[in-house]
């Protein structure tokens, strides 16, 4: 597995969009996360702590849930920038005369110090990463030893049927290519996880109009790819956008509802043991390397 980003992001498009704000989790989000969360039923570990990364993207209904399955944790909830942490904050923490405010533990709004929790939880993050070897080696670095990973984003075929219609039009692709589960697996492995298991799924959507569709999407992501689009488009385009979704979209017996599949991939992988002492210098004498080299040559030997 190479060490390379992503070779069809643009890293200056995908640092823009982790600083935009964002108010409420998308439908999508909010739904990968439910499913994700049942998946959690088969793990017998009970976390002391655990991390949510950005939530406000992530799923902020699904908090709840995991707050009730693990009641006694302690939790960090990772946010960027400072907008989405007030929105966090407001929909996290309990009011100050709420009685579970006192009985719940604690959250604290802040990357967890390494080695300090024993869940981190990431819901449709990771695809919209530009560098997410280096997100994954610091998902690494926060949990503890025998802690878990779980995780979820968008899969290759994702927005096949807006791709098809891209390319029909001679248009850049309308986002950049997502990685297929096996490659996550690969990075998995080479950050320290063990036990990497990878699974997938397909979920379509309907909408019942281009505007909708469009609205949708704006709340996913935006477009990252190195090709797309360099400057603005008019009327012109946009009504030509509406029309060919409206004609290359359309699900049969769906009474014109417009179709877009969402390939999701799960992740879950633990944290293992170090399997060797890791010194950071190693120091031999002449003396025995002199003796390794004699070794080697079949015996004593006179220099």
């Known amino acids: 597995m190479s060490s390379e980003r992503p070779p069809t992001i643009d890293p200056q498009a995908a640092r823009r969009w982790a600083d935009l704000p964002a108010h409420e989790s998308p439908w999508l989000h909010e ?4 499913r994700m969360e ?14 949510h990364w950005e939530p406000v993207r992530g ?5 709840a849930a995991l707050a009730r399955r693990y009641p006694d944790a302690a939790c960090f909830v990772v946010e960027a920038p400072e907008s989405r942490t007030r929105v966090a904050a407001k929909s996290i923490s309990k009011p100050w005369w709420s009685l579970s405010r006192w009985r719940e533990k604690s959250v604290q709004f802040q990357v967890p110090p390494d080695a300090s929790v024993q869940m981190l939880w990431a819901n449709m993050a990771l695809h919209m990463s530009a560098d997410p070897q280096a997100l994954i080696a610091q998902w690494h670095r926060a949990l503890a030893t025998d ?15 807006l791709r098809n219609v891209y390319q029909v039009l001679g248009w850049p692709a309308p986002s950049h290519e997502f990685t297929d589960m ?5 990075m998995l492995v080479n950050a320290g ?5 990878m699974d997938m799924e397909r979920i379509t959507l309907t909408f019942e109009s281009p505007l909708r569709l469009l609205a949708e999407l704006r709340q996913l992501g935006r477009n990252f790819h190195q090709q797309r689009f360099a400057g603005l488009r008019g009327r012109r385009w946009l009504a030509q ?5 409206q004609q290359g979209l359309a699900a049969p017996g769906e009474g014109g509802r417009l179709q877009l599949t969402f390939e999701i991939i799960y992740g879950h992988a633990l944290k293992p043991q170090p399997r ?14 002199r003796s390794k080299l004699r070794q080697g040559r079949g015996g004593d030997q006179t220099t």
């Open 276 to 289: 060797f002492p890791v010194s950071a210098e190693t120091r031999v004498s002449v003396d025995q390397m």
């Open 38 to 51: 049942e998946r959690l039923q088969w793990i017998k570990l009970q976390p002391a702590s655990w991390a």
């Open 241 to 245: 956008l509406h029309a060919s979704l």
């Open 182 to 186: 096996h490659d996550w697996g690969d």
């Open 147 to 161: 802690g878990f990973l779980m995780f979820s984003c968008l899969g290759p075929d994702t927005l096949k049927e």
């Open 193 to 197: 996880f063990a036990e990497p298991v």
């Open 59 to 63: 799923g902020l209904q699904t908090h």
């Open 31 to 34: 739904e990968v996360a439910r």
